[in-house]
């Protein structure tokens, strides 16, 4: 990678070994809650969520610690602990706080952090037994989450079991990432793929014997080793799933708070054989149990295929259903005898009734919510979504010594009429983590894993994509770094710090494509150090990359604290080969009256109300007729969740070159101080509907 030499306030800056002196800021600011010390499990505390509703389905807010009852084995706990968390009205607790358990500081500055997060929500979809057909039903229950239904401060994955890509499949708030994400959810051919179609009938291998012919031992049934249906590749399709859902279980465990895992899928087969031999499946139940309350996770299921079936009936053959609590005899309880939400039977027996059981199994122990003989995704969506909406945690000291055995959980209200959603139990032993402090580079490793920006120090990004035919796109990297955080040693009349960047380029696969790490000693005058509590610190690097989608994730961390800010941005750079309509960044200026050179806003993009602000950006590829392009723009200018000025669509004047530059300019003398966002949509008349419009955006401030 490139790397652009920094620069910090364009001040003469010196490079120096920091001295041990007197500090400026003897005051640390507070810090961020660790991963390590979001404790679940040990032997002096158990930690579970609890979700407590009406018989509308709404949360119950006010309960109090005396409330609520909780039994381990059957053996009546002391709560010592409640904490309810509301994502619209914050936290509230009452009892005695143990020591494990953080008490959550308000942080400020851009990114997702602790004091922003909302919800966390991972949908897993099961592309081994999804059907085609399911596909655009999924897709638009999604899109239309993301687009509707997800908030400020939501913190989204989509993972795939065997098709995903590394980029699409992070948490992530950026909306537009996970558009892309849903737009590649796809069927993918793979050996323990699932069908509707059933199995021809296997064939019994009748030996022709005559007087003269010797008896012949044969098989009884020619073996079918790709069989979709087969018990043993369902076997490994179930597998695959648990293993992805623990997969993102584990990868919640570093994130507070209460996470919802939504499973999307048309069974897992692991627990509708668990009569064939070595799968235990209360084993592997209990197991996904322990796993889910140890990281806070809450799972969910979403049978796709809905009541589908209710419109072309298909054979009985079609629909392979077996269950290790019963036969498959349509009187049996598994196909919904004795249920009284089980009256719509044609539709159950069709979806397959013990996969419909698996689903709600899995749902029930960990207190979620299973969405199964309904086409009406988007209410059972709702319906999962409004349960994070507010929940309860618990916290007592067990009072058994643990055993390494499963102990089931059993909580209740004293109020009537109230529902309670809660784990079943855990595994009882204790979690082990370890002790020893982290070092620089496991803290900036951490801090780069992480989906959640880290803001003891804040840092502003700004990333430019310039593209260029025939070349790779130039990617620029702009950084301010708020110095009002930091804690500067002063050294006579010197003002000192040390700072580590470090810089990370990833692919959509998750490779690293490149990287920048550079240790900045500072070391400024009275006034150089005013001036950068006043405007910040600025840092600079590049690269050139080729067409594809990319993620920059940059650390910074102060060396005398451990202080850490973090950011990550998502990139897509096009391939103008295809000659497809693309855009570049939006660059800004500031100007004056007075005639001077225009002044790119880079890293700092702050002006005063006497300058003007210039925008540019470069549109390749538009579509000609006669000649000429068709192109239109248009200007919005908003502050937070408000718009404020949205300008009427312009036509930009240009010839038949590429690319086409689009430029305008603002007079900011009657603007109020503040930050502002800058969008620019452009819109290619003559292209096709699906890919005639782009819109780039970007920040800035404007002081007295």
Request: neutral net charge.
């Amino acid at each position: 990678m490139r790397r652009v030499a920094p620069s910090i306030l364009a001040l003469a800056m010196t490079l120096s070994t920091v001295g041990a002196q007197t500090q400026t800021n003897p005051q640390k600011p507070p810090q961020e809650i660790a991963p390590e010390d979001i404790v679940r499990i040990t032997t002096n505390l158990v930690q579970t969520d609890v979700v407590v509703t009406d018989k509308n389905d709404q949360i119950i807010p006010d309960l109090k610690l005396e409330d609520f009852e909780l039994s381990d084995n059957g053996k009546k706990q002391d709560v010592k602990f409640m904490e309810f968390v509301s994502v619209d009205t914050g936290r509230r607790s009452e009892g005695t706080r143990p020591s494990s358990i953080p008490n959550y500081v308000e942080q400020t500055g851009p990114g997702l952090s602790v004091k922003d997060l909302k919800r966390v929500i991972a949908f897993v979809i099961d592309d081994l037994t999804m059907q085609f057909q399911d596909l655009p039903a999924v897709r638009k229950m999604l899109l239309n989450f993301v687009d509707n239904k997800m908030r400020d401060g939501d913190l989204v994955a989509i993972v795939r079991v065997v098709g995903g890509k590394g980029l699409l499949q992070q948490f992530t708030g950026d909306r537009q990432l996970l558009r892309r994400a849903i737009s590649q959810i796809r069927i993918v051919a793979h050996p323990y793929g699932t069908s509707e179609t059933p199995d021809d009938p296997k064939l019994t291998a009748i030996p022709a014997q005559g007087l003269d012919s010797p008896s012949v031992d044969e098989p009884s049934e020619t073996p079918e080793i790709f069989s979709s249906n087969d018990d043993t590749v369902r076997y490994f399709r179930g597998l695959s799933v648990i293993t992805t859902a623990n997969f993102v279980i584990n990868s919640l465990r570093e994130i507070p708070g209460r996470k919802n895992l939504v499973m999307i899928t048309g069974g897992i087969p692991i627990f509708e054989i668990g009569k064939a031999d070595n799968v235990d499946v209360t084993r592997l139940l209990n197991q996904l149990e322990d796993n889910a309350i140890r990281a806070g996770v809450v799972i969910n299921s979403l049978d796709p295929r809905g009541l589908r079936a209710a419109a072309g009936v298909k054979g009985f053959q079609a629909t392979p259903a077996k269950s290790a609590l019963g036969g498959n005899d349509p009187a049996d309880i598994t196909f919904g005898k004795g249920d009284p939400g089980a009256q719509s039977a044609l539709g159950t027996m069709l979806a397959g009734a013990s996969e419909h059981l698996s689903l709600s199994t899995v749902a029930g122990t960990t207190g979620g919510v299973s969405v199964v003989n309904t086409n009406n995704f988007e209410a059972g969506l709702d319906k999962i979504l409004a349960r994070s909406n507010g929940y309860y945690t618990l916290a007592y000291s067990p009072s058994e010594k643990f055993d390494r055995k499963f102990h089931k959980i059993e909580i209740k209200v004293k109020r009537n009429g109230l529902r309670v959603y809660s784990h079943a139990g855990y595994v009882a032993k204790e979690e082990t983590a370890s002790t020893a402090p982290r070092t620089k580079a496991e803290t900036v490793a951490a801090a780069a894993r992480s989906p959640l920006a880290k803001n003891d120090i804040d840092v502003t990004p700004n990333i430019t994509v310039k593209l260029q035919p025939g070349k790779n796109a130039g990617v620029d990297i702009h950084m301010l770094i708020d110095a009002r955080k930091l804690h500067f040693n002063e050294a006579g009349d010197r003002y000192q710090d040390s700072l580590d960047v470090v810089g990370f380029v990833f692919d959509q696969m998750g490779r690293n494509r490149g990287g920048f790490s550079e240790t900045i000693n500072l070391n400024l005058t009275r006034d150089e150090y005013q001036k950068a509590l006043k405007e910040g610190l600025t840092y600079s690097a590049g690269t050139e990359v080729p067409p594809d989608y990319y993620q920059v994730r940059v650390v910074v961390r102060e060396e005398v604290s451990g202080d850490v800010g973090s950011f990550s941005k998502y990139l897509e750079v096009p391939d103008l080969a295809k000659g497809k309509l693309a855009m570049s960044s939006v660059f800004l200026f500031a100007t004056d009256a007075k005639g001077a050179k225009p002044a790119a806003l880079l890293a700092q993009r702050r002006l005063s109300r006497a300058q003007d602000l210039r925008y540019a950006a470069m549109i390749y590829n538009p579509k000609l007729k006669d000649g000429k392009p068709q192109l239109r723009s248009q200007l919005i200018i908003s502050q937070g969740n408000k718009v404020l000025l949205q300008g009427p669509e312009e036509p930009i004047e240009a010839n038949g070159s590429s690319p086409v530059t689009k430029m305008g300019q603002l007079a900011l003398g009657k603007v109020a101080p503040g930050r502002y966002v800058l969008t620019l949509v452009i819109t290619d008349t003559l292209a096709d509907k699906k890919a005639q419009t782009l819109a780039r955006s970007i920040d800035f401030t404007v002081a007295n």
